[in-house]
Structures are given as structure tokens and as C-alpha cells.
């Protein structure tokens, strides 16, 4: 399951049915919103999306990380619109028969959805200006 959302993500909803009788594990992933980049502070993001394109490569490694590193089931869900201090900006959860494979996998999610996955991010700062982050 995939999901972009406007909406607070709850991570119990992410969680919810997630793993199976032969699952031993479960990891988790969260992205959330810091109070400070680069030495600048951040009162909170903005991030934008490609619906469709984002939502076909969240596809992609959610398919690709039950494939390579055997997760029974993965659950990727991101954010988009505004964000304060303290939220939730994007949840991987993966279930696996181990937790190596589960650990595994949850990085290979993260690590490739900022590669590939075209959701842009902007800081919004406590003296009002905002800026793009790049590689974002």
C-alpha cells in the first residue's frame, strides 16, 4: 500500500493488519519535521507532489523491496501540503519473516523514494522566508 496524503499520518492506520502469522518482525520508519536545518531555524515544510508519477514509483519500491529483500508486505505513506514542527512528513513500515529483511528493506524504501520519488520540499523559516531544498 501506497498512499500521498494531505491529511496527519496515524501511524496506528499504517500499522493496522500490517503483518502476517509467519511475520517475526516489523520496522518502522518516520520522517518527521526538526526545528532546525543547516543552522536555520524551521518553523515548517511545505512539499509538493507529482500524484501520479509519486504514487507509480512509491509502487515500484514497494514492489521492489518485497522482491529484493524479501518483506512480506510494505506500507509507504507521505505527506504532502503543510507540515509543522513535530509532524509526521512520511511512514514506511515493512513486515518480514525476520528482521534483517525488515530492517533492509525499510532503508532500501527511504533511501530510494528521496532518489526517485518526485515530492519537493520547501523550509519555511522563523524570519519568514522559506526556500527549496535541494536533492529534495
Avoid at 500500500?1 to 501511524?11: E, H, K
Avoid at 496506528?12 to 517475526?24: H, T
Avoid at 520522517?31 to 501520479?52: F, I, M
Amino acid at each position: 500500500m501506497v498512499a500521498l496524503q494531505s491529511d496527519p499520518i496515524r501511524l496506528e492506520r499504517v500499522l493496522d493488519g500490517l503483518a502476517a502469522d509467519g511475520d517475526g518482525a516489523v520496522a518502522v520508519f518516520l520522517g518527521t519535521v526538526r526545528d532546525r536545518n543547516a543552522g536555520r531555524p524551521v518553523v515548517g515544510l511545505t512539499y509538493h507532489a507529482w500524484p501520479e508519477m509519486a504514487l507509480a514509483e512509491l509502487g515500484k519500491i514497494e514492489a521492489q523491496a518485497c522482491a529484493s529483500h524479501g518483506a512480506s508486505t510494505v506500507r509507504i505513506v507521505h505527506r504532502t501540503g503543510d507540515l509543522d514542527v513535530g509532524e509526521i512528513s512520511v511512514a514506511i513500515a515493512v513486515a518480514s519473516a525476520h528482521r534483517a529483511q525488515a530492517f533492509d528493506a525499510c532503508r532500501f524504501a527511504i533511501e530510494t523514494l528521496k532518489r526517485t520519488v518526485p515530492i519537493w520540499k520547501k523550509e519555511r523559516y522563523a524570519d519568514g522566508s522559506a526556500a527549496w531544498i535541494e536533492g529534495s
